[in-house]
């Protein structure tokens, strides 16, 4: 297939997967779907060839994925359920549900928060950008929790600056592979685009300032004798993928993470056991001081739940 564009590529590091569930879990902006469509127009080739969706990759592999340019989005709104923590004039605090997107982009332009919010407050049209209109950040599609939305541009523009000078408080649950030593910590390690994985991050030494600070809240082990601490995490800096990548980098991955964790772990899991539970800003408009929490989830709760906790190490 002939491109201008040059395509991802995707160097195959542990073989065995079906080439649509390595490439989606690789590329987190491409759904399973959305691979197998590019591989059915010859959009994704392996070693130069073109493979059938059901090709298991080997090792060694360089898969080439051709992701088409950006399509204009029309942004309709829908009535999908939203968790709604809060809201004002000037605000909307929600936690945001698993598996949710938060804005389109390729593979995704419907189902996302973004037509959820349009539907909830159709006054957000044009407020910060027609793609992400209100949208100040964003959790991975498979990470839930507390999100806040600016209702005018006003409050777009505050919150804006509240992130950008580090005063927003970002608090997370998070469970790692592993019984993790110490009770507490600081991470400190630049962040930047992994060089062989682009819609990867990777620790690197000519990566942005990146600080996360934790707390061990308790070490746990499964039926099997596996081991996992669960912590809470405080995002000090706020890089794509920022948990998942310093966690991984330590040696202790995210538990169900097929990103940045080994994939016989994260076949154990609903998803990636990553909430972030607690945001606290200034107000926007008030200067008022507010924190918002989003209980733990069913899914991750449940989950917890089939662990036996280890008082001692």
Same mark, same amino acid.
């Given at each position: !297939?002939?491109d =201008? ?11 065995g997967?079906?080439? /649509?569930?390595?490439?989606? &879990?690789a ?12 591989? @059915?127009?010859?959009a994704i080739?392996i ?5 059938l969706?059901?090709?298991?990759v @080997? ?6 994925v $051709?992701?088409p340019? +950006?399509e ?11 968790d709604?923590?809060?809201? /004002?004039?000037?605000i909307?605090?929600?936690s945001k549900?698993a598996?949710m997107?938060?804005h389109p982009g ?7 928060l ?7 407050? +159709?006054?957000l049209?044009g407020? #910060? #950008?027609?793609?992400? +209109?209100?949208?100040v950040?964003?959790? /991975?599609?498979y990470?839930?929790?507390v999100?806040v ?6 409050a777009?523009r505050?919150?804006q &600056?509240?992130f950008?000078?580090r005063t927003?408080?970002?608090r ?10 110490q009770?507490?910590?600081m991470? =400190? ?11 990867? !991050?990777?620790v690197r ?9 934790w ?7 499964d039926?099997?004798g ?7 995490v405080?995002?000090l800096t #706020?890089?794509?993928?920022q948990i998942?990548v310093?966690f991984?980098? !330590?040696g202790?991955?995210?538990?169900g /993470?097929?990103?940045?964790? +080994?994939s016989e772990?994260?076949?154990?899991w609903p998803? @990636? $056991?990553?909430?972030?539970? =607690? ?8 200067? =008022?001081?507010?924190? $918002?929490?989003?209980p ?5 709760g449940?989950?917890?739940? !089939?662990?036996?906790e280890?008082l001692?190490?």
């Open positions: !297939m002939s =201008e564009r040059d395509p991802v590529i995707v160097t195959v590091t542990r073989g997967e079906r080439v /649509d569930h390595h490439v989606a &879990a590329l987190a902006d491409l759904s399973r779907t959305a691979v197998q469509r590019l591989i @059915q127009a010859g080739t070693n130069g060839a073109a493979v969706v059901s090709y298991k @080997q090792v060694g592999d360089e898969i080439s $051709f992701v340019a +950006p204009a989005v029309a942004l309709a709104p829908e009535a999908i359920p939203l709604v923590l809060y809201e /004002d004039r000037d909307l605090v929600v549900a598996g997107v938060v390729a593979g995704h332009s419907e189902g996302t973004v037509n959820a919010l349009l539907a909830h407050c +159709p006054d049209t407020v #910060g #950008g027609k793609i992400r +209109p209100g949208i950040h964003r959790l /991975d599609r990470t839930s929790g999100m939305v600016a209702k005018h541009d006003q777009l505050n919150l &600056a509240q950008k000078r927003v408080r970002k997370y649950t998070a469970l790692v592979v592993g019984y993790v030593p009770d507490d910590g991470i =400190e390690a630049p962040i930047g685009r992994d060089r062989h994985h682009r819609q990867r !991050m990777a030494g000519d990566g942005k300032l990146s600080r996360t600070r707390h061990v809240v308790a070490r746990y082990r039926a099997d596996r081991r996992y601490t669960l912590l809470d405080q995002l #706020g890089r794509t993928h998942r310093h991984s980098w !330590m202790y991955p995210l538990a /993470d097929p990103v940045y964790g +080994p772990s994260a076949k154990a998803r @990636q $056991f990553l909430h972030s539970r =607690e945001l606290e800003i200034d107000h926007p408009v008030s200067g =008022e001081d507010m924190c $918002f929490q989003a733990l989830p069913p899914d991750l449940e989950a917890l739940a !089939m662990l036996t280890v001692a190490l």
